[in-house]
């Protein structure tokens, strides 16, 4: 009798610590909030909005909203790329808070919040949105809490922040329109430099100074290489006195155009050059013999490619940016430069030739 006894009150406690458990680490599904099928971010918000703080672990950007543009802070005020600021708050607007995932603390703490924060400020500082992004979901959904609320939601799209604050920017440097370019001068790498005019786009470029004997202008040459410095966006930044900066300053291009407006802009394009060594190497000739001869190797990579951009009007803001950080472009605005003005010329026809026909 007394076993009996002992085996129910063991089952009842059984069913108690199942119970208190259950409780303790499960919400009911009919624990609900307000703001359950409303989106992260309304629309009656965005026009207080005038600053948007991101925060991914130890990585924290600030992008204040002025003139139409958003300015990144940390990054000397440069402007943010407005596609990627679109859809973030595009976003926010789509996303929905689907059900409360809990309300218990103890859970909450295994969500995976206090790492990544998305903040929406007024221009008075007043919070406009304060949100805490935890983890994804193995369903897609994404685990989110507005500020330090001791309450979990379950969002409609999973989504993160990104920490690399480059990646936000607006990479554009210049957007020239080529057919407005009249006059073209290059100094290249080896003290060589060439002058170049056209009174309209639908001119040859024609050059200020003679020629060497026999030769003439290479116009596909000069047009690849206008269009590669017309259009030119950046990759990444540096500081102004970074050791690959001051190479870079040491081996460059120098290259000014000039508008149709009288409006020039002179880019000074450079790399810290390749590090090239002989050494002996054993190889072997025709006859299958060993043999020890000399061959050169590249023992340091070039730099990456670094421009630095002066416009003639004093408020573009271009020159500001240039006098804060390197911009850091592609190794093809360097390459499209030949290094001396043969690059830039080809034979001239002989007189027997047909016009239009090349030896």
Known sequence: M??????LSTAILAVLAFITYFLKNNDSPKVQDQRVGSPILANAQLDKVSTLEMISGSESMTFIRQDGNWLLQERYQLPADPKQIANLIKQLKDTTLERVASKNPERISDFGFGIDYINLLAEDGASVLSLDLGRETES???????????????ASEAFGVNGDPVSWLKKSLVSLDRDQIRTLKVSLLD??????????????????????EGMTLDQAAIDRAIGRVSQLNFVNLAELDDPEVLAAAANQVSVTLTMSD?????FEIGRRPEVRVEKQVE???????????????VETPAGPVY???ESSKADDPLNKYMDQTAF???STLFTA???????????APSDSEEPGEEE
């Open 307 to 309: 421009v630095k951009i």
């Open 191 to 212: 003290g060589s430099s060439l002058e170049l005019s056209r009174e309209s786009e639908d001119e040859d470029w024609m050059a200020t100074s003679e020629l060497p």
């Open 140 to 154: 897609g959904k994404q685990l989110v809490r507005f500020g330090e609320e001791e309450i979990a939601f379950v």
């Open 262 to 266: 009288e409006t020039n802009y002179t």
């Open 328 to 330: 850091a472009t592609t």
């Open 337 to 347: 430069f030949p290094e001396s003005i043969e690059g830039f010329l080809k034979k």
């Open 283 to 297: 190889t072997t000739n025709e006859d299958g013999e060993k043999i020890s001869e000399k061959q050169e190797e």
């Open 2 to 7: 007394n076993l009996k006894k002992l085996y």
